[in-house]
């Protein structure tokens, strides 16, 4: 499986808030990696930038980049290089390099050695940090992390 660092981040963090995973208009595939990421922590995944295994059905990757924007953001931006700049961070905050490969299970517990900042890290602007945190620490706690 190839996984933005960010997408597993986002998936734990609703697990742990107990939000379903449900297909998406979309057609983006959150709902079937979740539940393999889920059910077998041992998975193997290499993490990178750009599109993964999320992105890949979604009506918005065209030519391998997504062309959906962020339209509450002022002025509105990029989804793509949004996303490709979230996870340039998040590789190197968690001492990541681009494709490296890992379980899931040893994923969650990188995450869990540097939740100091993490959450403020991943949280969208205006989005409550301290709510993300909760509920991603509530989805590491679930998933045994």
């Not at 030519?63 to 509450?72: E, K, L, P, S």
């Not at 899931?104 to 995450?111: D, K, Q, T």
């Not at 050695?113 to 909760?134: I, T």
Request: a negative charge; aromatic letters at 8%.
């Amino acid at each position: 499986m190839r996984a933005r660092p960010h997408h597993l981040i986002d998936i734990i963090t609703q697990y742990g808030a107990g939000q379903p995973f449900q297909p998406s208009a979309y057609g983006h595939a959150v709902h079937t990696v979740a539940a393999e990421v889920i059910a077998n922590p041992d998975v193997e995944v290499e993490f990178g930038i750009g599109a993964d295994d999320i992105c890949a059905p979604c009506i918005h990757l065209v030519d391998g980049r997504c062309d959906d924007v962020i339209a509450f953001f002022d002025p509105p931006s990029s989804k793509h290089d949004y996303n490709d700049a979230l996870d340039e961070k998040l590789l190197a905050f968690l001492g990541m390099a681009e494709g490296e490969v890992m379980t899931f299970r040893r994923y969650l517990a990188v995450l869990r050695s540097h939740m100091d900042g993490l959450p403020d890290l991943c949280a969208w602007p205006g989005q409550d940090a301290d709510e993300r945190r909760k509920n991603l620490e509530a989805g590491l706690s679930k998933l045994g992390a």
